[in-house]
């Protein structure tokens, strides 16, 4: 990760983000790294289930595209407040703009899958497929990463595909569309994760969060022209409040990576279904079924079996 001090000189902050990801200053070992890499992405977990419930209580009661696009303004509105604290010099600069669209186009595709989800399903059984998303950055890292794919990691990629068809319940008859959001919210979410830890060879933190956050409001901007409605005054002190989460979510995500591999943080991303399923008590009365505590834990296996075969 590169230190909150951006350095000007891109080759001193390339070395930093490599080291970091190895060893921490100081010591021998990738434990350190590996903790914190591990605690961002917690932060991560509990930030999104926060934006994700705000979102889904909203869902019920306001127009979907104005609420896709009114998610990514609030999101650019905090980035933007907080870019000259940072300093433009520290932000602004890219180097490889490519990944920083790839993973924008991304994060505009990941919410409109999440809120299609969120507007239809339980907060549970929703996170039940996003936590999928990891199964397909370990399953992209050797496209991308240039890192290799065993056997054993494409089966259990496979058998969390069938965890999240249980926990969907293959009987409903949404079971396609349900299918459909999972899929998009995992390829999605999957690949952004990828490409930010691809960026983090050549960015800074926050030049990936500035440009991630610019590119998702662009894309998504032109939804007002399909959007029926608005938002009343508590509508949009809620969004914000959404924001706040989201931003805070992407934060931890790019730290997070910055730190460590897809293989050794993408574990604490399940920890998201602890939180869903709180949430989901609490705010919505949602009690998990029998299925979505099953295929939760057959997804959960996989995905930490798989990361511990990408680790090796």
């Not at 010591?27 to 509990?46: E, F, H, K, Q, T």
Request: aromatic residues 12%; glycine residues 8%; neutral net charge.
């Amino acid at each position: 990760m590169n230190s909150p001090n951006q350095s000007d000189n891109p080759d001193s902050d390339n070395e930093a983000s490599t080291s970091k990801t190895k060893t921490a200053a100081g010591d021998s070992s990738p434990l350190r790294p590996a903790i914190i890499g591990s605690l961002y992405m917690v932060g991560a977990a509990i930030s999104f289930t926060g934006l994700d419930t705000v979102m889904k209580f909203l869902a019920g009661s306001y127009d979907f595209w104005f609420l896709a696009w009114a998610r990514s303004l609030a999101q650019f509105a905090f980035i933007m407040a907080i870019v000259p604290f940072l300093g433009f010099q520290n932000v602004l600069p890219v180097q490889r703009p490519g990944i920083q669209f790839v993973r924008g186009v991304c994060l505009a595709a990941a919410t409109l899958a999440i809120l299609l989800s969120l507007r239809e399903m339980a907060l549970t059984q929703t996170y039940v497929a996003l936590m999928t998303t990891p199964l397909v950055s370990v399953a992209l890292s050797p496209l991308v990463l240039g890192e290799r794919a065993t056997w054993g990691q494409w089966f259990w990629i496979l058998l969390g595909f069938a965890g999240t068809v249980i926990a969907l319940n293959p009987a409903a008859p949404e079971i396609g569309s349900f299918l459909l959001y999972a899929a998009m919210m995992a390829i999605s979410l999957g690949t952004y994760h990828v490409y930010t830890r691809l960026g983090s060879r050549t960015e800074s933190n926050y030049t990936q969060l500035f440009y991630v956050l610019v590119i998702a409001l662009v894309l998504t901007t032109p939804l007002l022209l399909i959007a029926e409605g608005g938002l009343p005054l508590e509508g949009w002190l809620l969004i914000f409040l959404a924001g706040a989460f989201g931003t805070a979510a992407h934060f931890f995500i790019t730290f997070s990576f910055s730190y460590a591999t897809p293989a050794v943080v993408a574990p604490m991303w399940y920890t998201q279904i602890i939180w869903a399923a709180i949430a989901g008590y609490i705010v919505f009365n949602e009690i998990p079924t029998i299925g979505i505590i099953v295929g939760s834990i057959i997804v959960v296996i996989s995905g930490l079996a798989t990361v511990r075969t990408n680790s090796h």
